[in-house]
């Protein structure tokens, strides 16, 4: 069950990080 789960979630969790790091970076580039 806990396989499952983090099979679920740990994906999710590294696609909400990669997208709020690019959405910095680019918030960083328009604002220079």
Known sequence: ???LAWS???P???NYLL???GA???FVV???
């Open 1 to 3: 069950v806990m396989g």
């Open 8 to 10: 679920i979630y740990l």
């Open 12 to 14: 999710l969790a590294l």
């Open 19 to 21: 997208f709020s790091f």
């Open 24 to 26: 910095c970076l680019f």
């Open 30 to 32: 328009v604002c220079m």
